[in-house]
């Protein structure tokens, strides 16, 4: 599961087990934790968090661990300042994190990997750790619709 923060190209990818709404709410909570973290590190309160803090706005597609009611209203109660937004149903294109996908698969394909464990530790490489090139102006291409993502 991944995701790319617009204002810097931050890039945050985690490994699930399982696809589960239980899952995508743990990463969710992880990365909000991590925006909290960033803010006060520039001299904040975190009793401030809630009510100053920025708002971060998460696009989704619409993949049902996306959209598990339950884990909906935990949002809402336990992520206030996170606002989730749907994209609209098949078009990948406008989603950020598609580009990056797209670099990570054309700069991995054609390689063979002894374990799960080593394809694991390049993704992260490349991903978390800031060492794979994005083309951000590519065009990508669904059902005949080119879009550019800036």
Do not use: C, Q
């Amino acid at each position: 599961m991944g995701g790319v923060r617009f204002s810097d190209k931050k890039r945050l990818v985690d490994f699930l087990a399982k696809g589960t709404g239980e899952n995508f709410y743990k990463v969710l909570k992880g990365f909000y934790e991590e925006v909290k973290y960033e803010w006060v590190s520039e001299g904040r309160e975190i009793a401030d968090f809630e009510k100053e803090g920025p708002k971060i706005v998460i696009i989704l597609d619409n993949a049902s661990i996306h959209k598990k009611e339950e884990f909906i209203e935990k949002i809402k109660l336990e992520m206030p300042n996170l606002v989730v937004e749907f994209l609209p149903e098949y078009s990948p294109d406008y989603n950020l994190i598609e580009l990056v996908w797209h670099s990570a698969k054309e700069y991995i394909s054609g390689r063979l990997f002894k374990s799960i464990e080593e394809l694991e530790a390049l993704v992260n490489k490349l991903l978390n750790e800031g060492e794979l090139i994005i083309k951000w102006d590519r065009k990508l291409k669904n059902k005949g619709n080119a879009v550019n993502a800036f």
